[in-house]
């Protein structure tokens, strides 16, 4: 019967002539779930050059990166040199020229140059098939939405904020890591939050201002940043006149990216975007630093401008250069990078011998000097009021200073008495008596 039932079977299937299965055909094995998978597509016949240097730009920043913090790490041991730092006690009113890096309370940053690209951020493409093209207008505009990674909460390297607050400063930060049309709205939008501060008049407030390329609109001539820094200025010296101090890194030269457009084809396309013009920005950038020296500085309002920038350059790594303190975009800094530009930033505010371009090494995070432990400004350099410094580790320093100098003015007390009971004596004998005893004595 079974027999019969399966020779049935088989010749209605040869019949209707259906194709074989794996129930009908012993030879098919039974399917598994790799034969679902779908194989990788072949490599696109044609793919643009400029994915192609991106591409090359993007692995070897990666493995520089990869390399380099592994081998020189930034890190909280750095903070480890201020354990050295003595303290001051210094009376009297904070000024522009005497105020301390723990005096400030509130800090904020604008510009570019302060954010970082997101690490998974990959170049925008058109299309995948039949060939790999870029959409170079959607990847300018994803850089400029997605590169405003914060270095105060998406990172643990040490930055401007974090070194303040490791000297002893009570911070509040402000950020507005949001997409702006330039840095006039950048610097609205954190006076605002900093003006929701109960009491903010009256703090120690300090804005750093790190114009990039992204902060001008695309094609406009780079000598715009300038502008956009001194209208930033501006409306932080009305809105915030009083306890502020602005600090503003000068990029007029663009020399550090100068370098990475003539090493690497896709930094050259994309510094195609803004039209330079150096001379006429170099201009504009000493105008506006004689204005801003000249108008925006006071006792209570202090604007540093710093030139760390202007001859900086990468530094030189086998026959390649070391772009591990860019991101992939060849225009924002690394994480790493922006880490290396605050702590050389720090040394600048507060010795004059590290007034030096930036060199994007590791480098220790110096003191404020004991002879004058204030942010550096003109007059101070040359000036400083008097600091009273006291040492953590010696308990009784001021009470000794304070015995010494009670000591020295109880003998000169006694010896001012002692000359007043002689006078006294003399004066009470006869002049024919004070001869007489002066005359026995030299006879």
């Not at 501006?234 to 663009?254: D, F, G, M, W």
């Not at 105008?287 to 350059?313: G, P």
């Not at 600048?348 to 003191?367: A, G, N």
Request: charged share 20%.
């Amino acid at each position: 019967m079974m027999y019969w039932w399966w020779l049935m079977t088989v010749k209605l299937l040869l019949f209707l002539r259906i194709p074989p299965t794996t129930a009908s055909d012993p030879e098919i094995l039974p399917a598994s779930p790799e034969d679902f998978t779908i194989p990788p597509l072949p490599p696109p016949d044609d793919i643009d050059p400029l994915y192609e240097a991106w591409q090359a730009f993007h692995d070897l920043q990666q493995h520089q990166a990869d390399e380099f913090n592994r081998e020189f790490p930034i890190d909280e041991r750095l903070y480890s040199s201020f354990r050295k730092c003595g303290n001051f006690d210094l009376p009297g009113e904070r000024l522009s020229d005497n105020v301390q890096p723990s005096n400030f309370e509130i800090y904020a940053e604008l510009g570019h140059l302060n954010t970082f690209c997101r690490i998974d951020l990959t170049l925008s493409l058109l299309s995948h098939l039949p060939t790999t093209t870029v959409d170079f207008q959607a990847a300018l505009e994803s850089y400029k939405r997605n590169c405003l990674e914060s270095a105060q909460t998406k990172s643990k390297n040490p930055t401007l904020s974090k070194i303040l607050t490791a000297m002893g400063a009570n911070l509040q930060v402000f950020e507005s890591n949001v997409v702006h049309n330039n840095l006039h709205a950048w610097a609205r939008h954190i006076v605002r939050m900093i003006e929701r501060v109960p009491g903010y008049e009256s703090k120690w407030k300090m804005i750093m201002i790190a114009p990039g390329l992204f902060d001008i609109d695309f094609g406009t001539p780079t000598y715009k940043l300038a502008e956009s820094v001194m209208q930033a200025v501006q409306l932080i010296n009305h809105k915030l006149p009083e306890k502020t101090i602005v600090v503003v890194i000068r990029n007029s030269k663009l020399t550090f990216w100068k370098h990475l457009v003539n090493n690497f084809d896709f930094c050259k396309q994309i510094h195609k975007v803004w039209p330079t013009h150096e001379a006429k920005s170099e201009r504009l950038w000493n105008m506006l630093e004689e204005r801003l020296k000249k108008n925006f500085r006071s006792e209570t309002f202090y604007t540093h401008v710093l030139n760390l920038l202007e001859e900086s350059r990468p530094l030189k790594v086998g026959n390649t250069l070391d772009i591990s303190v860019m991101s992939s975009d060849c225009v924002h800094f690394s994480s790493r990078g922006i880490s290396l530009l605050h702590t050389h930033l720090w040394n600048w505010l507060v010795q004059p011998s590290r007034q030096v371009e930036w060199t994007p090494l590791v480098r220790p995070l110096y003191c404020p000097r004991p002879s004058c432990p204030f942010l550096v400004t003109k007059t101070n350099t040359y000036f400083c009021p008097q600091a009273k410094q006291t040492d953590p580790e010696e308990k009784f320093k001021d009470l000794s200073d304070v015995m010494i100098v009670t000591m020295l003015l109880v003998t000169v007390l006694l010896y001012a008495l002692l000359l007043a009971f002689i006078g006294c004596g003399v004066k009470r004998k006869a002049p024919s008596e004070i001869y007489e005893h002066i005359s026995r004595r030299y006879s």
